[in-house]
């Protein structure tokens, strides 16, 4: 496996998200790598603002380790994939399942499409 230099995390403030958050910030550290933090805004999540969501992740994050935070707005698993070839991220964090409708699903529709279209490798996170 090559080396992991560059994670991105799509974020929404689910709690399956916040879970994806916690093991990415664990992987950065055990990898020295950097985080790129994705917010998508759409219909879903329209009621939680990225800068909540994103002042709750900076809370977490060790002082030394470097982050940044995209927003983006229109097709979720787009987005998230673009920033991803933008960013030349190595590997996509992300939580099984947002804040969408079909809680009862095994993996969400945006994490099935991420996992399906990515060039790269994406841990799910239950």
Do not use: T
């Not at 998508?40 to 977490?60: L, M």
């Not at 099984?96 to 809680?103: D, F, M, P, T, W």
């Amino acid at each position: 496996m090559s080396k992991i230099k560059k994670i991105l995390v799509p974020v929404d403030g689910s709690v399956s998200g916040c879970k994806a958050v916690d093991e990415a910030i664990f992987f950065a550290e055990k990898c020295d790598a950097e985080l790129d933090f994705v917010y998508v805004a759409g219909n879903i999540n329209k009621d939680i603002p990225s800068h909540i969501v994103f002042d709750r992740i900076w809370e977490k994050l060790p002082g030394e380790r470097k982050a940044r935070k995209h927003v983006k707005s229109g097709h979720v698993a787009k987005s998230i994939l673009e920033v991803a070839d933008e960013e030349g991220s190595d590997i996509i964090i992300m939580g099984s399942r947002g804040l969408g409708l079909l809680k009862g699903v095994l993996i969400g529709s945006v994490s099935q499409k991420v996992i399906e279209e990515a060039k790269i490798p994406v841990m799910v996170i239950k």
